[in-house]
């Protein structure tokens, strides 16, 4: 069902225009919510991965271009679509590739049930940046870690952005609300918090890697992971740096350490 649109102020498709993303998340349905997801392949990624489209706002080139197979594959998804002008001055920005599917968010798993079989997964705390939690989840994805959990002041994995900047991992790796790091403790991982400190040991140090569940800790730029975090962690882990540099991208930092600590890490060893 495709309808053109000739106004920004259509009802219809203010879930693309006018309302925010915690408005998305939170008023049209309180329960789940909706996402927005960008571009013909990541919309693939989100369909293969059993997420419910609700609506697409799609470039009228696309419609038998690009988001062909997905309007196929979706035959009940009302598609609005309309010139690339009109679209970019109703979303505020040029689409990429000229897609945009609304889609329904999945209630959130348990922190038990993510971490089941899991034995290397990142914490990443209070980072507000879209583009490094889209980052870090495609090194997660990327490098074998097989879940991620978020403090309730980290952004949302499923803002716009960080999706586009994932390619769509954010779909792929495990992940859920993170609220007592008393959770990790009990379910057996020892914490690696990333931060700067007398007592720290480097991301190279063996006994990190001897851990058969280990959950790596990830701060934000500026402020770092607070110090509490840092004094209940059963490790404080640093990347050796040279030329006076003492710290990296939130994002570079999460790669170098998803690389060194599943690197070697069997994945027969058997869980405690």
Same mark, same amino acid.
């Given at each position: ?77 009302p598609v609005y679509t309309g010139n690339r002008e009109l679209l970019s001055r ?7 590739r000229g897609v945009l599917c609304a889609m329904r968010r999945k209630p959130a ?39 991620? !959990?978020?403090?309730?002041? +980290?952004?949302?994995? #499923?803002?716009?952005? $960080? /999706?586009?900047? @994932?390619?769509? &991992? ?16 009990? !379910?057996?991982?020892?914490? +690696?918090?990333?931060? #700067?400190?007398?007592? $720290? /040991?480097?991301? @190279?140090?063996? &006994? ?16 770092? !992971? ?12 640093? /990347? ?33």
């Amino acid at each position: 069902m495709t309808y053109e649109i000739s106004s920004i102020h259509d009802e219809r498709i203010a879930m693309f225009a006018s309302m925010t993303e915690a408005e998305l998340r939170n008023r049209l349905n309180s329960e789940q919510g909706i996402f927005i997801a960008e571009s013909p392949k990541v919309i693939r990624v989100a369909l293969d991965a059993g997420y419910e489209p609700l609506a697409m706002l799609c470039e009228q080139k696309h419609i038998d271009g690009d988001a062909a197979d997905i309007i196929s594959r979706c035959p009940e998804m009302p598609v609005y679509t309309g010139n690339r002008e009109l679209l970019s001055r109703l979303t505020g920005y040029t689409l990429t590739r000229g897609v945009l599917c609304a889609m329904r968010r999945k209630p959130a798993p348990s922190v038990e049930d993510i971490l089941k079989d899991a034995r290397r997964v990142c914490v990443i705390d209070a980072v507000c940046d879209t583009t490094n939690i889209g980052a870090i989840f495609r090194s997660a994805a990327a490098l074998g870690i097989d879940a991620v !959990l978020l403090t309730r002041s +980290a952004c949302d994995p #499923l803002n716009r952005r $960080s /999706i586009r900047v @994932s390619m769509g &991992t954010v779909f792929l790796v495990p992940w859920t609300w993170l609220d007592d790091y008393r959770q990790l403790h009990d !379910l057996g991982f020892k914490t +690696a918090a990333m931060a #700067l400190s007398d007592n $720290s /040991i480097t991301l @190279s140090d063996p &006994t990190l890697k001897a851990q058969p569940r280990l959950a790596i800790i990830m701060g934000t730029e500026g402020d770092g !992971l607070p110090q509490k975090t840092i004094e209940d962690a059963d490790f404080v882990v640093r /990347i050796p740096m040279y030329h006076q540099v003492d710290s990296l991208n939130v994002a570079a930092a999460a790669a170098v350490a998803f690389w060194e600590l599943t690197k070697s890490f069997s994945s027969s060893s058997p869980l405690p």
